[in-house]
Nanobody
Framework: VQLQASGGGLVQAGGSLRLSCAAS????????MAWFRQATGKEREFVGV????????YYADSVKGRFSISKDNAKGTFYLQMNTLKLEDTAVYYC????????????????WGQGTQVTVSS
């Protein structure tokens, strides 16, 4: 299994970015996919997830209403659309895969992408 995250960059506060996670060696029908982020000096935190069974999405309160997750099963790619970005969204963003039907904790995910840096400037 390989996860390849991309799409990070430098954006002004209030702007938007879309992150992509290209997955190989797994199916979105059998793996729950999630985004996490880790700011400098902080622990990795949950951002959002899409369940493998029901396809429902769940988000951290800090991003709810601004971020959205989608996936393209045919392309094997998983996305994080980030709108109305804030300074506190600055972090390295990771995509991750879990065999559980739903998962929110770092320890529940077996596979991780390499991370992509998102920097929000004022």
């Amino acid at each position: 299994v390989q996860l390849q995250a991309s799409g990070g960059g430098l954006v002004q506060a209030g702007g938007s970015l879309r992150l992509s996670c290209a997955a190989s060696g797994l199916s979105f029908y059998t793996y729950t996919m999630a985004w996490f982020r880790q700011a400098t000096g902080k622990e990795r935190e949950f951002v959002g997830v899409v369940g493998r069974s029901d396809g429902n999405t769940y988000y951290a309160d800090s991003v709810k209403g601004r971020f959205s997750i989608s996936k393209d099963n045919a392309k094997g790619t998983f996305y994080l659309q980030m709108n109305t970005l804030k300074l506190e969204d600055t972090a390295v963003y990771y995509c991750a895969a879990s065999p559980k039907s739903i998962a929110y904790q770092v320890s529940q995910f077996d596979y991780w992408g390499q991370g992509t840096q998102v920097t929000v400037s004022s």
